[in-house]
């Protein structure tokens, strides 16, 4: 019996021991890779190093958009913590962000999981938390995105998703030049998780993303967006929408949508005020569609400025439909004063007299129907019909703005080509891109897509927009410093398929000075609730965003001088441009305003009165002319006189001096 029992726990002895040999064979021979993954896995690890996001900036070197350092604590539940862990985790918390301790302990209440203790806390906050260790707690670097300025272009600007994708604006379409690329570090931890050391020969530095710089102006924006705000408090209405460009090479220099949202905290917005509505929403033009139409019957030498048109006292039955004026009466109108008093019924009678093809062929040149290729998101193209669906009244509602839709960049895109001299330009919301370290990876340049009507037809084009303005719908735009120029338009809005008699699109485009224009601007008021033309809206708006903006420039200020005291006299299309003959030299008691564009492309020396100094510089330069300076500031005086011939090679001598602006010295 008793060697039964010994036999019995020898066998068990043995079966014993050869388990242990079986599972030893099994660690060290079989598995022996695989256990040696996990274990390097749990004591080595791939860190990511997020990489910092560029940031954007305006025109002038401005900060817009920045990235705060912020760091997240987490809690790994699954460690099994004790009641005494939880409750110093949840003291030392308490002391550092000024919640309760129950708060915490609330929060560790559960296991089996990884909770979040504080959310991207501070870089102050999270520092206090430096030195104190706890099992189970960790933490990550959460970047935080600040829009500096909150609802300020925030349309322009765009924002970024939970997950740090850019959404909108900015932010969207250059989202791989401003996200840079994520470096990896290989650290070594204890059991628990704690980092001990980091493999530097190893580890991969995070690249930062590139830094954007806007055409926008911060000023500028600043502007437009109170006097939008302000307006929509005045009239009322749905929305308001405005754009600010420099006409001669398509920037935007501001562009607002109000309703507007904060991108801080973009969720607390519905998905239409996050809409730029600038760029996917169209709209009819009405009447200030009627400039295009002019523009191009001008440039087809199809009619004279002094002509008379009979606008059947505002009231003309034409294949079988009522075409109606709102803003006047008259039986008779000069071509310019159809234009200047918004006459549909004479568009639509001067319009038939320019062929469809060549009549659709300017508006597409102009544009329309077509993208206008703004780096910004979710454009639209507007909708224009070819020639071959138009009906019998198609190109009479043309005329005026009717039986097409276009998005705002659009028009003012094309604004821009009637007043700079013909050209259309691709509209720009970028200066240049520049890496983390200052170098200018790519500077955008005017980007030139065609030329649209002749130079002479766009100096008539200005003069007869100043006309609008001084005698016209767009009175209320007239600023008394500096000339003007705009055409108004007030559209019905379709509702339920129907043209609204309650509901209007009020718009006004003006740009300033007449003479150089270096501002356009566009205001549109969605159904305003207090008027309804867009020289009773629209205007004001422009008058006080003009108004502001022309004190902040002191060149288009300073300019008032010369812009009052005379108004070149339009030509109509059987007169000679101006020749060589045609242009007297100024003496030294008189001033004549010359057309400086005309004076570059003929040789001949442009008036640099009012120009600031490097710009004038830069004008001499590229005539081949030596220049002297006596002072600083703006030009008041130059040696060569101008008009003349020029010889390259002669010195030109610039007086200049500082001009003040309440109290505040300009250069």
Not at 25 to 40: D, G, H, P, T, V
Not at 50 to 77: C, K, P, Q, T, W
Not at 305 to 325: A, L, P, Q, W
Not at 443 to 455: A, D, L
Request: aromatic share 10%.
């Amino acid at each position: 019996m008793n060697n039964s029992r010994v036999l019995f726990l020898i066998a068990g002895v043995f079966i014993f021991f050869l388990a242990i040999a079986v599972k030893l064979f099994s660690i060290q021979i079989l598995k022996s890779e695989e256990l040696k993954y996990l274990a390097e896995r749990q004591q080595t690890g791939i860190e990511n190093i997020n990489a910092e996001r560029g940031l954007i900036f305006d025109r002038n070197n401005v900060l817009l958009v920045y990235n705060r350092n912020d760091i997240s604590f987490y809690l790994d539940m699954r460690m099994a913590l004790s009641k005494e862990e939880k409750k110093k985790i949840g003291e030392k918390f308490s002391a550092v962000f000024g919640k309760s301790v129950s708060y915490y302990s609330d929060l560790m209440n559960v296991s089996g999981k990884t909770i979040c203790l504080e959310k991207k806390a501070p870089s102050e906050k999270a520092l206090l938390l430096k030195n104190f260790k706890a099992i189970g707690l960790f933490y990550k670097e959460e970047p935080t995105r600040i829009y500096q300025y909150n609802n300020l272009a925030s349309h322009v600007i765009g924002y970024l998703s939970n997950d740090l994708h850019g959404v909108n604006g900015i932010e969207k379409t250059f989202d791989n030049q401003l996200k840079g690329f994520n470096g990896q570090m290989y650290v070594e931890k204890n059991a628990i998780g704690d980092m001990i050391t980091v493999a530097e020969e190893q580890t991969k530095a995070a690249e930062p993303g590139n830094n954007i710089i806007l055409s926008i102006n911060k000023s500028f924006q600043i502007i437009l967006e109170e006097e939008l705000k302000k307006g929509l408090e005045n009239f009322g209405g749905t929305s308001a929408l405005g754009i600010v460009m420099d006409p001669n090479n398509g920037e935007i220099l501001a562009m607002s949508d109000q309703h507007d949202f904060n991108p801080n905290c973009f969720w607390e917005y519905s998905d239409t005020l996050r809409r730029n509505k600038i760029l996917t929403d169209t709209y009819e033009p009405g009447s200030t569609f009627k400039t295009i139409t002019m523009s191009a019957l001008l440039d087809q030498k199809l009619c004279r400025d002094d002509e008379t048109i009979n606008v059947e006292n505002g009231k003309y039955k034409f294949n079988n439909v009522f075409i109606n004026d709102s803003h006047n009466g008259n039986s008779t109108l000069t071509v310019r004063g159809v234009l200047e008093q918004s006459s549909n019924v004479g568009m639509s009678k001067l319009v038939q007299r320019i062929d469809n093809e060549l009549f659709y062929k300017y508006i597409r040149g102009f544009g329309f129907g077509n993208y206008s290729s703004i780096d910004l998101p979710g454009e639209a193209e507007g909708s224009l019909k070819k020639p071959t669906g138009w009906t019998p009244i198609t190109k009479a509602f043309l005329s005026f703005g009717y039986e097409l839709s276009v998005t705002p960049i659009q028009l003012i895109s094309a604004y821009a080509a009637v007043i700079n001299g013909g050209t259309l330009f691709q509209p720009q919301i970028i200066k240049r891109i520049m890496d983390s370290k200052g170098a200018v990876l790519n500077e955008n340049s005017p980007k030139s897509i065609r030329s649209v009507i002749s130079r002479e037809t766009s100096a008539r084009m200005r003069e007869y927009l100043r006309g609008v303005v001084e005698n016209g719908t767009g009175k209320a735009a007239k600023l008394d410093f500096i000339s003007v120029g705009g055409k108004t338009g007030t559209s019905q809005k379709l509702v339920d398929g129907k043209y609204s008699k309650s509901h209007y699109n009020s718009s006004f485009i003006g740009f300033f000075p007449v003479e150089n224009p270096q501002i356009l601007c566009l205001v549109l008021v969605n159904s305003p609730e207090r008027g309804r033309y867009g020289g009773a809206v629209a205007a004001p708006i422009f008058k006080e965003v003009a108004e502001k903006i022309a004190k902040l420039n002191s060149k288009l200020f300073q300019s008032n001088q010369i812009i009052k005291k005379e108004k070149p006299e339009l030509k109509n299309h059987y007169s000679a441009i101006n020749s060589e003959s045609n242009i007297t030299p100024a003496s030294n008691n008189t001033i004549r305003k010359i057309d400086n564009n005309y004076a570059l492309k003929n040789n001949l020396m442009p008036d640099l009165s009012s120009y600031s100094l490097r710009d004038a510089l830069l004008c001499l330069s590229k005539l081949g002319l030596k220049y002297k300076i006596s002072g600083s500031g703006i030009v008041v005086a130059q040696s060569i006189t101008p008009g003349i011939k020029i010889q390259k090679g002669n010195t030109c001598i610039i007086s200049c001096q500082e001009s003040k602006i309440n109290g505040a010295v300009i250069y």
